[in-house]
């Protein structure tokens, strides 16, 4: 699921402004897709996000299931062997 294929600005559903795509923390475990609103500061999704942002999760759940680190975590690991 990329992200590329999704818009990175998108006519606010709440005041017409302009609403920009950013990832935002969910419990620590991933990053899920919502649209942020400059003029009213509302926060929205769309279904594509939603599809994202739900695999997303479902892949962070099933990691932490059978305890399989994260990328980042990993490389930081070895990273820090290394010093």
């Known amino acids: 699921m990329l992200t590329r294929n999704l818009p990175d600005k998108q006519q606010c559903?709440?005041?017409?402004?302009?609403?920009?795509l950013e990832e935002q923390d969910y419990n620590?475990?991933?990053?899920?897709?919502?649209?942020?609103?400059?003029?009213?500061k509302n926060g929205?999704?769309?279904?594509?996000?939603?599809?994202?942002?739900?695999?997303?999760?479902q892949s962070a759940q099933w990691r932490i299931k059978r305890r399989i680190k994260r990328k980042e975590?990993?490389?930081?690991?070895?990273?820090?062997?290394?010093?």
């Not at 620590?28 to 009213?40: D, F, R």
């Not at 975590?73 to 010093?83: Q, T």
């Open 13 to 20: 559903a709440f005041c017409s402004g302009d609403a920009i």
């Open 28 to 40: 620590g475990i991933c990053n899920v897709l919502v649209y942020y609103c400059s003029k009213c």
């Open 44 to 57: 929205f999704t769309t279904t594509e996000s939603d599809t994202i942002s739900v695999y997303r999760i």
């Open 73 to 83: 975590k990993i490389n930081n690991i070895l990273n820090e062997k290394k010093l």
